[in-house]
């Protein structure tokens, strides 16, 4: 193994429980993540020696509080190479910063005859927001479909673009673990004059990201899922975007103005941050960044194509015919997110059986019942592994699935 | 090693591995369509209600094994009885998963029979809305068919 996975292990007090005196196994990243103790600690040691109000009071105490919550930003800006911090918007969560994408950028350009593309392989949170403004809207979806091999069919991808506005995708899916290639449908959107959205919440935690070598307009990622705690999502966009954006919430905070006929709004990144932001969890947003900068990127990511190579094979050898991988084969093309069929057993008997031996891992459609409908399948057990997960989660998986055997 | 026999009961999983009333009824049966939209299961209760009884009954869908274990269970036991006696039985059923309590009102001749095997699923509480999603579904179709 590439990394110290047994050093990292330490580091997450949750990996340490035990539960009927047994380790767990804890496959379910993809969901969300662990937190490691640099994360805790800088939230605990903020609230208890740095917390303040933000930018609203001049006392020493919330110029200081102030200053550590635009340093996280700094930092959560220079993780994913964005120019500038002011491109940086903190949301509520991923879900939040789709939302304000559709209700902002996408209410103030899209009407009646324009067309926005999105894929099969999209969470709900990429579809939804975008189905509720149409319904008002009434401008057209079109959507990219899947081959057999569970990649996106890019063959059409011209055709598709024309007239669209905004292509919207995911960079890897959260059920198949495939990771699109996401430079190049930025670029195909460009050329077709449609600004390039990025669903990052699977890619964001596991490789390293370079928005301006993706060429992307906009990028949403949540923290919990990337070691961070919930609570804080981002939205990244490029700045020209952002200033031509109208405000999506209102309130305190992303104001420069406000007399009884109006408001006039604050400058970036406080035009979307109405209200009280969670200053905690982006402190602790900060400090997992600080953490997986200490780790890098590429190390999490060689770690994850090797697991991968490991858990395909180790499942693929000991049960064969009995279990179905939904997603690529290549673990250079996916990520280390499994979804499968056992046999017949339904995923909710499946999952009720791991957990019997602590494997944790999720069962149901994932946010994506359209993806699920397209696969003919309506539910999964997934599987899903961060950089703290290792061979002995991947055997315990293996070993847990005999006992689904046997029971059922 | 494993504890859960108590949960996979022999007799539930031969209503999974063998259900019974599997299959749709044509109109004027009426159709109810029920769904669990956390997991994705889904379900169809088909009724046949002539005179105040349940003439025949009949489901359709997917879901785990218990969600179409219950459902079988459910319809080998309501099937001849009467709307207030199928009402009974849901009510008893519902207690016997705690989502309910007992107020006294059910009568003592309400009995669950096989059905109490599913009393296991109270120990892992995220699965009681599998056991239930049936007996929903046919209390809602009972509540259209006396509209």
Known sequence: ?408 | MSNLEDLYREVILDHYRTPRNRGELPPPATCTEGTNPLCGDEIKIFLNVIDGIVQDVRFSGHGCSISQASASMMTAIVKGKSLADVRAVARRFKQLMTIEEDDGTTPADIRLGDIEALQGVVKYPVRIKCAVLGWNTLLQGLNSTDA
């Open chain 1, 1 to 408: 193994m590439t990394l110290n996975v047994a050093a990292i292990r330490q580091q997450f007090p949750m990996l340490a429980k035990q539960i009927n005196g047994k380790p767990i196994h804890y496959l379910d990243s993809a969901n969300s993540s662990h937190k490691p103790n640099c994360v805790i600690d800088a939230m605990s040691a903020f609230m208890r020696e740095g917390y303040a109000p933000i930018g609203r009071s001049s006392y020493t105490l919330a110029g200081e509080a102030s200053a550590a919550y635009e340093g996280a930003r700094t930092k959560v800006a220079k993780f994913i190479n964005a120019r500038s911090s002011r491109e940086v918007i903190f949301t509520k969560n991923a879900t939040e910063s789709m939302n304000l994408v559709a209700q902002s950028w996408g209410r103030a350009n899209l009407g009646k005859g324009d067309a926005i593309l999105l894929t099969h392989m999209e969470h709900h949170a990429n579809i939804v927001p975008w189905q509720m403004l149409a319904k008002e809207s009434g401008f057209e979806i079109r959507w990219v479909p899947l081959t057999k091999d569970f990649q996106l069919d890019l063959s059409s991808l011209d055709q598709l673009l024309r007239g669209v506005k905004a292509f919207s995708f995911t960079s890897m899916s959260n059920v198949l673990g495939t990771i699109n290639p996401t430079r190049e449908m930025c670029a195909a959107a460009h050329a077709a004059g449609a600004i390039a959205i990025v669903d990052g919440c699977q890619s964001v935690p596991h490789m390293a990201t370079d928005v301006q070598a993706l060429g992307a307009d906009m990028l949403a990622f949540s923290s919990h899922k990337m070691c961070g705690p919930t609570g804080v999502g981002v939205l990244w966009a490029r700045e020209e975007l952002l200033e031509a954006m109208p405000p999506f919430l209102g309130g305190g905070g992303m104001i420069s103005e406000v007399s009884l006929d109006g408001f006039t709004y604050a400058e970036l990144p406080h035009k979307f941050e109405a209200g009280t932001p969670p200053i905690v969890e982006v402190i602790g947003l900060g400090a997992a960044v600080d953490f997986l900068n200490g780790i890098g990127m590429n190390e999490v990511r060689r770690h994850e194509i090797e697991l991968t190579n490991y858990a395909y094979h180790a499942l693929t050898q000991r049960y064969g015919d009995d279990i179905t991988i939904h997603g690529p084969t290549n673990p250079e093309l996916r990520g280390a997110t499994f979804s499968f069929a056992f046999r017949d057993v339904h995923p909710h008997d499946v999952s009720q059986v791991l957990d019997q031996h602590n494997v944790c891992v999720r069962a149901g459609h994932h946010c994506a019942k359209p993806l699920m409908r397209l696969i003919g399948a309506n539910a999964t057990a997934r599987a899903s592994m961060y950089l703290y997960s290792d061979e002995s989660d991947v055997d315990a998986l293996v070993e847990a699935l005999g006992d689904v055997s046997s029971i059922f």
